[in-house]
């Protein structure tokens, strides 16, 4: 059974980056409910141990915070997600997949988040989470009531990313080989799985996700189609290779949109297909029924 108290195709559609925030803290339901629901958490899809928890910013912390902390990308927030994963193949992911599932947790309790692999203090959250040897942090989020109205930064990087705009379906999504769009039309069941991937966020929204179902069976190959920005020195920190990541936000809007439509199946990462790659895209996982 979900826990979520509304449907996900919806929580996925409310979703949206919040970067200013009313400066309430947290009541006390709704911080009782989000670690419930943290405390839950098992394994990722990759098996990778991941561990989240609310995190508070003190006044000096906010202090800071608005300097350094997030970079001056957040406004008035005072709770964060944050947590830590172990190094393992697949950290990076993982840790993509249950953070964006508790965003999508918060969303659906009416709470504003926004993803931040990159504009936040990494050694202050490192702190607060008491990272340990052989974890890496990879992003964090604020999780709070939005302001009334967005600030002057929060509205223009959303103009800077061209935040609401999602690439077609025949960019995204592929059936037999990369040469072969697949359309809504010939999703069957798995329509609105392949319709949340695209709605999903994704760094600076590059939309590294690309789907190959495999014809004449639900079988959907996941595969990376990396943006040269995005493979530089940052990317070889542990946890730092932001579209990883964006990785494991697709896996979670897939599974979870494909779990509420009574679909059952499991990713792994398996044998990439046979099949001629456009430039720089990898084989990431694969989604199969039992
Ligand atoms: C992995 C990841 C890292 C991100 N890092 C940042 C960040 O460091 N700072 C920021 O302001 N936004 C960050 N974002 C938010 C994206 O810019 C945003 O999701 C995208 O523009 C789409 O907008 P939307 O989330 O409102 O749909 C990140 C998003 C993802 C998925």
Redesign the pocket.
Known sequence: MTPFPKPITDVIRE???W?SYDGRPLEAADRARLEEFLAGFGAGPFGGRVRLQLVEASAEDRAELRKLG?YG??KGARTFLAGAVRQAPMDTEDY?YLLEEAILFATALGLGT???????NRSGFASKVDLKQGESLP?VSPVGYVAARRTVVDAT??LF????KRKPWEELFFEGDFTTPLLPARAGAYEDALEMVR???????RQPWRLLKEAGGDVFHLFISRTAFYSGVVAKRPGGD??R??MG?AACHFALTAREAGLAGEWEVGEPPAVELPARTTYVASWRAP
């Open positions: 979703r949206s980056s970067r997030t990308a957040v993509g926004c993803w931040l692999g990159a504009s936040f992003a990087t959303r990313a061209r935040a609401k709605l999903a966020p994704s760094a600076s929204n932001l579209q990541l964006d936000i």
